[in-house]
């Protein structure tokens, strides 16, 4: 049935035209990764191409245990920057699936996913460590929030395509359908209307 499957998938991809392709491997851990964009200074990987690709889009889902490992650090480091512990949940869910050893394509890592430059800025030595990773990302989402004052579509905008592109909008999310997904799914996790609020986050 599975074979079955992944020969319609391919004879449907080459009876429409492609318009991205999508890359797989395994990071270090083992897990399956799926991306738009190659492993960089990997070799070749498995291609697939995918038709009308703007319209598909992953989510991630954690088993409800996991995410619960890390209740008590993700509290500790929200109490002690005065975050709520549900958006920092909400990040660690949609960045990571809560898995402390995901890596991006990009190079992100841990569970909040903080770029080797983002990590460094924050004291971050270990970002597979889960204290080390969520205490960084706490810190960059209580700078973000201070900056943006505590307009949360903003912070998530920028904690996903960086500052620089929000400040390059006139401070507006940013008109990229990853980023505008992003909000989004942070919205919906964090049960809260992220358009204009004013109350701390």
């Known amino acids: 049935m599975f074979t079955r499957l992944l020969l319609t998938a391919a004879l449907v991809a080459l009876a429409m035209p492609a318009q991205a392709q999508i890359y797989s491997w395994r990071d ?5 990764v799926l991306s738009n964009k190659p492993r960089e200074g990997a070799a070749p990987v ?13 989510t991630r889902y954690a ?11 993700i509290v500790e480091h929200s ?6 512990p549900d958006l920092v949940r909400a990040v660690v869910q949609v960045e990571s699936a809560f898995n402390p050893y ?9 569970l909040m996913q903080l770029m080797p430059g983002t990590g460094a800025r924050f004291g971050v030595r270990r970002p597979h460590d889960p204290a080390q990773n969520i205490s960084g ?7 973000l929030l201070n900056r943006f004052n505590n307009r949360v579509d903003l912070v998530l905008a920028s904690y996903n395509a960086g500052e620089g592109a929000v400040a390059k909008f006139g401070n507006k999310v940013p008109p ?6 992003y909000v989004k799914q942070i919205s919906k996790r ?5 358009a204009r609020t004013k109350k701390p986050a």
């Open 190 to 194: 964090y049960k809260r209307t992220l």
């Open 137 to 143: 990302g706490t810190r960059y989402l209580r700078e």
């Open 46 to 58: 498995t291609s697939y191409a995918v038709p009308k690709a703007e319209a598909v889009r992953a």
């Open 63 to 73: 088993a409800p245990d996991r995410g619960r490992l890390y209740d008590d650090v």
């Open 28 to 32: 270090d851990s083992g897990t399956l």
């Open 176 to 181: 990229y359908q990853e980023t505008r997904n």
């Open 102 to 110: 995901a890596v991006s394509p990009k190079g992100a890592r841990g």
């Open 79 to 84: 109490r002690m920057h005065n975050i709520r």
